[in-house]
């Protein structure tokens, strides 16, 4: 039975930076990903970013050269790096983890079959 956790979130000022971090533990299989989505009310679950077994790394557009998501494979760890967080970041951040996830679908939820509970993220003035 695989468990995804997610850590970290929290109430920030415009232009601040949130880390973020999941564990998955469990019988994750070798050739994971892990991704992080995000939902605010009344919204779909967005992705937000990914990363891949053999450490490719893909992202939203709204986030890209802001956020950076790391993994340590040892540990089924992954992080997300959030810098110059926007209003329009705030929402719940969910970690996912799913198996055999080829490229193409990277960025889409119904890929992945582990999810968080997830965490909340604000930025506000």
């Known amino acids: 039975q695989v468990h995804v956790a997610e850590s970290g979130g929290g109430l920030v000022q415009p232009g601040a930076s949130l880390r973020l971090s999941c564990l998955a533990s469990g019988g994750i299989s070798s050739n994971s990903a892990m991704a992080w989505f995000r939902e605010s009310p009344g919204k779909d679950r967005d992705f937000v970013a990914a990363?891949?077994?053999?450490?490719?790394?893909h992202y939203a557009d709204s986030v890209r050269g802001r956020f950076t998501i790391s993994k340590d494979g040892a540990k089924n760890t992954v992080s997300l790096a959030m810098n110059n967080l926007k209003p329009e970041d705030s929402a719940v951040y969910f970690c996912?983890?799913?198996?055999?996830?080829?490229?193409?679908?990277?960025?889409?939820?119904?890929?992945?079959?582990?999810w968080g509970q997830g965490t909340q993220v604000t930025v506000s003035s």
């Open positions: 996912a983890v799913g198996s055999g996830v080829i490229l193409s679908a990277i960025r889409n939820k119904f890929s992945y079959s582990y």
């Open positions: 990363i891949r077994r053999n450490g490719d790394q």
